[in-house]
């Protein structure tokens, strides 16, 4: 037994002295993983913080089982967390049927643990980070990048149609998605007070997001998404519609109005778009419309192929998009450029017509056999 004792407690001997005051020596990963959160908290937003704690709870769910403390973990039962989770993580609540997590999904779990543990050293807990050398295995990054999609300026005009005629209150978010080409957060993030009808500028300044509830912010995605753009003559027209239906809005319902912080779209009654309605409402009128790969976000795509084709080089396309680096702004380029590439094929008939004459019919006067 002393052979297994000295093993068990090897860990002491090797821990520095230093040890964070408010951690135990013995603390369960689970206790821990709630610790490290709280300390993560204050760097994260409303939403990010939502999924951390969403994710912290399936992760301590497998923990719980085992009363593993933090010294307890190793590669071992870092790689057997991985792998149950890609066969049993996810459990259909009404049959409890247990299936695999999807590869990113499980990657997000040991990315967290990995950051847990990394500050599990810096506390004094561990000298290691039993995480190091675990990885996930599945599809590469690359199989999830984004499918995307550039309509063009008569199939925009037909959608936008169709939505001022069936679901009319979905046309200003859709015009900006198409021709500024914010992102919904950016939309619906929209107040008054961002407009400036006389210099003729919108100032992307401020966010609303949907977690467990809405979060608003001052802020955008990245640095880069705060942005001030041109307020071209559609766009005045399209918001000074909107300006006079709230007037008219507010004096119908007068106290009972909702709307105090000036957002834009907001309804009737004032009050702010939900983020997920507006998502499902949009992916519904374009399943109507018979188009339902077009979603929302998508009409982002659309913005910057409409400006690629006018010319934009990607340092004004970066801006306006409000992308944090121009390797995604090149992203965009190059799916478009291969998109354009195979609806080149005229051009290169086109070009090659002085060559046609150097040849005969080669095919057309023989013999098949």
């Not at 500028?201 to 997001?209: D, L, N, Y």
């Not at 119908?252 to 009050?271: A, H, L, P, R, S």
């Not at 519904?284 to 409409?306: M, Q, V």
Request: glycine share 4%; with cysteine.
């Amino acid at each position: 037994m002393i052979d297994e004792a000295i093993q068990k407690y090897s860990y002491l001997k090797l821990r520095s002295p230093l040890v964070a005051p408010e951690v135990k020596d013995d603390v369960l990963i689970t206790d821990y993983l709630s610790y490290w959160l709280e300390i993560k908290k204050s760097e994260l937003r409303t939403t990010a913080f939502e999924a951390y704690s969403y994710k912290i709870k399936t992760i301590n769910r497998y923990f719980m089982q085992s009363n593993y403390r933090v010294i307890d973990i190793t590669p071992q039962v870092i790689d057997c967390f991985v792998r149950y989770m890609l066969k049993y993580g996810k459990v259909d609540k009404r049959t409890g049927k247990k299936s695999g997590l999807a590869v990113r999904t499980v990657r997000d779990f040991r990315n967290i643990l990995s950051a847990a543990m990394t500050q599990a050293c810096i506390d004094g807990l561990i000298t290691r980070n039993p995480v190091t050398g675990i990885h996930v295995h599945g599809k590469k990054n690359k199989d999830y990048e984004e499918e995307m999609l550039f309509l063009t300026e008569e199939e925009i005009n037909d959608l936008l149609q169709f939505i001022s005629e069936n679901e009319r209150w979905l046309l200003p978010i859709a015009f900006f998605g198409v021709y500024y080409g914010l992102r919904r957060s950016e939309i619906l993030g929209l107040k008054w007070s961002a407009i400036d009808f006389e210099k003729k500028t919108v100032r992307i300044v401020h966010t609303v997001v949907e977690g467990k509830s809405l979060s608003k912010s001052d802020t955008t995605k990245t640095i880069s998404g705060m942005r001030t753009l041109n307020l071209f003559p559609t766009a005045e027209k399209c918001l000074s519609e909107m300006r006079d239906k709230q007037a008219k809005d507010k004096e119908f319902f007068g106290n009972c109005y909702k709307n105090k912080e000036n957002y834009i779209f907001v309804n009737d009654e004032g009050m702010l778009y939900r983020p997920d309605y507006v998502t499902k409402q949009f992916s519904k009128i374009t399943k109507e419309f018979g188009r339902p790969e077009i979603t929302l976000h998508k009409l982002r795509h659309s913005c910057a192929s409409l400006l690629i084709n006018k010319g934009w080089d990607v340092k004004k396309l970066q801006y306006w998009l409000g992308h944090s680096d121009t390797q995604t702004t090149l992203n965009v380029y190059s799916h478009f450029n291969k998109k354009r590439l195979n609806e080149s094929i005229n051009d290169l008939t086109e070009i090659s017509k002085n060559a046609d004459k150097l040849f005969g019919n080669v095919f057309g006067n023989e013999d098949v056999c």
